[in-house]
């Protein structure tokens, strides 16, 4: 390569993403041991996101006794932190370690749609799993006539398709179709500069109102809950408790309590992140603050099946049997991974 093309700054080399083109990006190619470690390390938080969603959506769709409406939603929550770990956090880490885009702006802003769908979809589904918690405790007696796997499907797709809407609109409504938001200051970059009113509104829209919503959804949640506890406290010493309605509450209590961790987890690692992009009227993707905040967002998708695997003991068993190849066994759809009681 021709040497005017070659840069030296503070030990890093710096190319050019196409040499032959008269307005070609910079190339600034990262390596270091402190580098190869860290992109060592998200990769291998990447192989986990994949590996332990997969295991969520196998568990789910393979045995017919987790074919529940909450594990559906849960199921939708699996996908959608799936395509994080498939798609959004390796095409991430080949940013962090290789500054050029080589693919064209048509799928640099098909990337951006991707990375805003599957967070825009796990926001609907745990607004549908605060909802889904909210009937279970507060109407149980009627929550398996009006929660239903059907029911719930047909919300699940909804819910993905208005996602899909909303991401497609921003885009275009923004300046229109994809590729004229990306960056052009040169050829071979994919930076989405984020307009501030933009940001603003998507606050609203994707952040406040469905967090608003499962915050008070999950207070009225609790403070049934409680009001239950006193109760079941009180009827201690009535017979068989644990196997009528009291019982049945203390559950979906439990599985409310359980659920509420990712919900709390997923809203933790989102504020930091709008927090600091209100701070600069000027946000775009290729900052320090946006990778370092952009990074908390995408490892919860790792630590959600992580939560799982601390709380259920569905997940346990089921992960056993994938590992093991039992799934392969005929009838292995029907066996039962609740041994003990509820």
């Known amino acids: 390569m021709d040497l005017n093309n070659t840069e030296f700054r503070h030990g890093i080399e710096v190319l050019y993403c196409f040499p032959d083109h008269n307005v070609s990006c910079r190339k600034e190619v990262r390596t270091g041991t402190g580098n190869i470690l860290l992109f060592i390390f998200l990769s291998c938080i990447s192989v986990g996101t994949v590996i332990l969603n997969l ?42 370690m290789d500054t050029c885009w080589y693919l064209g702006k048509m799928a640099c802003g098909l990337f951006c749609v991707i990375s805003f769908l599957s967070v825009s979809a796990s926001l609907c589904s745990l607004t549908f799993i605060a909802v889904d918690r909210y009937i279970a405790v507060c109407d149980p007696l009627l929550y398996s006539t009006r929660v239903t796997a059907c029911k719930t499907s047909v919300f699940i797709i909804l819910g993905w398709s208005v996602a899909a809407f909303y991401v497609i609109m921003v885009c275009y409504f923004n300046d229109h179709l994809l590729p004229s938001q990306i960056s052009s200051s040169c ?57 009528g309605p009291e019982g049945s509450n203390i559950s979906e209590t439990k599985a409310a309590k359980k659920i509420g961790t990712v919900i709390f987890v997923y809203i933790a690692c989102w504020i930091p992140f709008y927090l600091c992009s209100l701070s600069a009227e000027n946000f775009t993707s290729v900052s320090v603050v946006w990778t370092l905040f952009s990074w908390l967002l995408l490892i919860n998708s790792s630590v959600n099946p992580l939560i799982y695997a601390i709380f259920y003991s569905w997940f346990r068993s089921s992960c056993k049997l994938i590992v093991t190849c039992r799934i392969f066994e005929s009838s292995s759809s029907r066996f039962n991974l609740f041994p003990d009681p509820i």
């Open 55 to 96: 295991l969520v959506i196998i568990s789910i769709s393979h045995f017919k006794q987790l074919h529940t409406p909450t594990n559906l939603l849960i199921l939708s929550l699996a996908v959608a932190d799936l395509l994080v770990g498939l798609i959004v956090m390796p095409v991430s880490i080949m940013q962090l």
């Open 187 to 243: 050829y071979g970059e994919c930076v989405l500069a984020t307009k501030y009113s933009w940001l603003i509104a998507d606050l609203v829209v994707s952040f406040l109102t469905p967090c608003s919503v499962v915050l008070i959804l999950y207070f009225i949640i609790f403070k049934v809950a409680r009001r239950q506890a006193k109760a079941v406290k009180a009827a201690r010493n009535g017979a068989a408790h644990n196997h």
